[in-house]
């Protein structure tokens, strides 16, 4: 928990004047329209990353609507993440085509390369692993999502050479 | 009027002019008034014309040879070759292209395409090629020539029915948020395409999105609703950023947005992202997506097409029924009724998944069997193993097993047989697959994606 809040501080857009300057303007460009948190927080979460519980008291407090009403849509959704992620994400689709066509033992293949499961991020900051849901990309399954590149027909030999680019760009 | 033997269409898309096309217009209308040839070729700009990635480009008629990847410098030679000596000039030709597009292949036999009519075929980041296959030639009889009652009766006499899975008759739908008296009304999209497995949806948003603004503008006069939203889940970027473009350029050229062509009705469209919800697929959570909360389900009635968004009357349906209603009205309700079985009308896109030699799309008419569509239009088994199960409508359909695989493909029949339509996703297991494994990951599914109403009620 105290390294949690640690990374928080550290990384703490709302002191960050550029940063909080970019959640400004996405509340006061969307506070009108109508269903307007979910559009704030679809735009906060793409831009900064995360939403971290002080940021979501911030933009509860701007829109004028409960704390409590933000924090339930940020919780309800898996889009929406509460820690800063990695540089680079990694994402299993854990649709049925691709469990079919061996997800699981690409899970397998990334933990023993990078030593992480999913849901967390290497050490150095680098690399998030995530499990997703079905991207719609079945027919080549099975899928991996590398940052925004769809990697299809994955085998578990070829996560090395899959993982290796955006390994190397952190050393 | 002067005429050309040749024209030479100069591609001036932004990718092109950043590579000099202007440059090459200049160079090519110097050269052919040095060669004196001014009179008989015409150089023109256009839009578009392959895919930009090595341009320059050009494409000459009546030829139709495409040139690419060449500089001003280049033109004397190009000019020579092609119209002095009547020869192409090979070097700059463009390559026929290797792509292949994985997704969807050309149809077969068995399939008849309605909703895939248009999708890898047309470029959908250009209004004028959905207009020039009779784009909103439906919206413009629509508006020009029938009353919202009677577009709604076309629409009923057709037999379409919700391609979201559950095949209620859409103009049904229609007339009911047609007969609420509240104002205002909200036509809304269902393109929360949630059952792993399926693609359908996202193909046509991402290959033909017009088609699907077409249909909603459509409903949205019939059901006398000003406002429409279309949901899409944060799984789809692509489709989100097609459907954008293709909104503003529906809105540029007056078919979206005040007095649309003319007729004095108005309606606009703002597409919705989703968050990662499953339920959100639920028309009520769906709504309660769309007014900013958490995507929970609320008991029915009140129906939508009483109490939807905002409290006010609303018709929700899914992408592939918005993307039939424009055929529907070209076609006439008739010509779409011969397709399918008594009960079930039209066609259906499936997407076809799993271990099956041709993954990809396909869409056929309602009562083909399962072993027609896995072994004529799917061709089998991958490496000649033997037939497991198929699994239809998601996780929360069925597997059918072999016994099955006579069973023709509809509303009525599936739901006879366990399972249900769903939207459309097919996965075909083979022999290799564990039925007990494949339970657990789908009690997984449904457990991790629940909103928590059911569970402990």
């Keep these: ?171 | 009027m002067t005429y050309f033997r040749s024209h030479v269409l100069v591609c001036v898309d932004p990718a092109c002019l950043k590579k000099g096309a202007h440059e090459i217009t200049d160079a090519l209308q110097d050269e052919f008034v040095a060669q004196g040839l001014i009179d008989e070729i015409q150089v023109l700009e256009t839009s578009r014309i392959g895919g930009c990635d090595n341009g320059p480009e050009i494409m000459v008629y009546p030829e139709g040879v495409h040139y690419v990847g060449f500089t001003p410098d280049d033109v004397p030679y190009l000019v020579e070759e092609h119209f002095l000596k009547g020869r192409v000039a090979t070097k700059f030709v463009q390559q026929e292209k290797t792509f292949v597009d994985e997704e969807l292949s050309d149809p077969t036999s068995k399939e008849v395409r309605v909703v895939l009519k248009n999708c890898g075929k047309i470029d959908p980041e250009n209004i004028e090629d959905y207009l020039a296959e009779g784009g909103y030639e439906g919206l413009g009889k629509v508006l020009t020539s029938y009353t919202p009652e009677e577009t709604i009766d076309i629409v009923l006499r057709s037999g379409l029915g919700g391609r979201g899975g559950a095949g209620f008759p859409t103009g049904k739908k229609w007339q009911f948020c047609r007969a609420t008296q509240d104002w205002p009304k909200y036509m809304i999209c269902n393109a929360d395409e949630g059952d792993p497995g399926a693609f359908m949806n996202r193909r046509v948003l991402e290959g033909d999105p017009h088609a699907v603004i077409e249909g909603m503008i459509i409903g949205a006069y019939s059901t006398g609703s000003n406002q429409g939203y279309i949901y899409c889940r944060a799984e789809y970027p692509l489709a989100i950023k097609t459907l954008n473009i293709a909104i503003d350029q529906a809105r540029a050229l007056g078919l979206l947005g005040k007095d649309i062509l003319g007729s004095g009705f108005d309606f606009d469209l703002e597409v919705r992202m989703g968050a990662g919800a499953f339920v959100c697929g639920e028309e009520t959570a769906l709504m309660a997506s769309i007014e900013g909360n958490r995507g929970e389900p609320r008991p029915r009635p009140p129906f939508p097409a009483v109490k939807g968004l905002f409290g006010k009357p609303s018709n929700v349906n899914n992408v592939e029924t918005y993307a039939n209603v424009p055929q529907i009205i070209i076609n006439g309700p008739e010509w779409y009724a011969a397709f399918g079985t008594e009960k079930s009308k039209g066609t259906k896109t499936f997407a076809l998944a799993g271990d099956v030699q041709h993954t990809g799309l396909i869409e056929v008419p309602f009562g083909l069997t399962l072993r027609e569509i896995i072994f004529d239009v799917g061709g089998g088994i991958k490496d000649g193993k033997a037939f497991k199960a198929i699994q239809t409508g998601g996780p929360m359909g069925g597997c059918l097993p072999a016994d099955y695989l006579d069973l023709p493909v509809d509303y009525q029949e599936l739901a006879k047989a366990g399972s249900i339509m769903g939207s459309g996703g097919l996965v075909v297991m083979d022999e290799d697959t564990c039925m007990v494994d494949i339970a657990r990951f789908f009690m997984d599914f449904v457990q991790d994606e629940s909103c928590g109403k059911c569970r402990n009620s």
């Design chain 1, 1 to 171: 928990m105290s390294a949690t809040t640690a990374t928080v501080q550290k990384n703490n857009p709302l002191t960050d004047p550029v940063r909080k300057q970019l959640i400004d303007q996405i509340v006061d460009q969307n506070k009108e329209r109508p269903g307007a948190t979910m559009v704030v927080l679809n735009e906060i979460q793409s831009a900064i990353g995360f939403i971290t519980p002080d940021m979501q008291n911030y933009i509860a407090n701007r829109l004028q609507v409960p704390a409590s009403r933000v924090h339930g849509v940020v919780s309800f959704y898996s889009f929406f993440t509460t820690n800063a992620r990695g540089t680079h994400t990694v994402k299993f689709c854990m649709g049925t085509a691709c469990y079919v066509g061996g997800t699981p033992a690409l899970i397998e293949k990334t933990k023993q390369i990078l030593g992480v499961e999913p849901g967390k991020t290497t050490p150095d900051g680098n690399i998030t692993v995530e499990i997703c849901r079905c991207v719609g990309a079945c027919s080549q399954a099975p899928v991996i999502l590398v940052d925004e590149d769809v990697v299809g027909r994955v085998k578990p030999n070829k996560m090395p050479q899959i993982l290796k680019p955006i390994q190397e760009i952190a050393e």
